[in-house]
């Protein structure tokens, strides 16, 4: 697993956490946060692919 999966799963946990908490808005936030990551972190692999 690299640097980047492990942010991104802590994302996730973070998000269920907050979600079973009773914080919504937060859970969201983790959760698009790990999405982004994802994205970021496929466009730099691509980009390195050149």
């Known amino acids: 697993m690299d640097r980047a999966e492990i942010?991104?799963?802590a994302f996730r946990d973070?998000?269920?956490h907050c979600g079973a908490l009773g914080s919504p808005f937060t859970a969201l936030l983790c959760?698009?946060?790990a999405e982004r990551l994802r994205s970021i972190s496929a466009i730099r692999r691509?980009?390195?692919?050149?």
Not at 46 to 50: G, I, L, T
């Open 7 to 9: 942010v991104r799963e």
């Open 14 to 16: 973070q998000a269920r």
């Open 31 to 33: 959760d698009a946060l």
């Open 46 to 50: 691509r980009e390195s692919d050149c």
